[in-house]
Nanobody, 127 residues
Framework: QVQLVESGGGSVQAGGSLRLSCAGS????????MGWFRQAPGKEREAVAG????????YYGDFVKGRFTISQDDAKNTVYLQMNSLNIDDTAMYYC????????????????????WGQGTQVTVSS
C-alpha cells in the first residue's frame, strides 16, 4: 500500500525559503513518477515539480522559474522540494503524489494521472 507523508510547510516572509519533504512507503522510487502539486483557495490543483527515472528526469512548472529544486533520496524513499525566493503567489497547500511510470517510461504531471496522494502541507508566504 502506497503511503505518502509530507512535512516542512509553514509560514515564511516573501523572499524566504522552505524545504518540503515527502516520505514514502509501499513502493520503489525508481519505478514511480513523483510529483509535487499545489492548490490555492479557489484555484485548480497544479503541478509544481516532478522527478522520475531515478532522479535523472525532472519537470518544473513554468511559474517556478528556477526558484525551486526537486530531489530524491533513494535510501530514505523521500522526495524533497527546496523552495527559494518565495512570493505571495506561492501560498497554497502543497501535495506530494506518486504513480507508476507509464509504459514507455513516461510521466505526465497532471493531477488526474496520479493515484496516490499525501495529506498535504500548508505553505503561507506573507509580505
Amino acid at each position: 500500500q502506497v503511503q505518502l507523508v509530507e512535512s516542512g510547510g509553514g509560514s515564511v516572509q516573501a523572499g524566504g525559503s522552505l524545504r518540503l519533504s515527502c516520505a514514502g512507503s509501499g513502493y520503489t522510487l525508481s519505478s514511480y513518477c513523483m510529483g509535487w502539486f499545489r492548490q490555492a483557495p479557489g484555484k485548480e490543483r497544479e503541478a509544481v515539480a516532478g522527478i522520475y527515472h531515478g532522479g535523472s528526469s525532472l519537470y518544473y512548472g513554468d511559474f517556478v522559474k528556477g526558484r525551486f529544486t526537486i530531489s530524491q533520496d533513494d535510501a530514505k524513499n523521500t522526495v524533497y522540494l527546496q523552495m527559494n525566493s518565495l512570493n505571495i503567489d506561492d501560498t497554497a497547500m502543497y501535495y506530494c503524489a506518486a504513480d507508476p511510470v507509464q509504459e514507455g517510461g513516461y510521466c505526465f504531471f497532471t493531477p488526474g494521472r496520479f493515484g496516490h496522494w499525501g495529506q498535504g502541507t500548508q505553505v503561507t508566504v506573507s509580505s
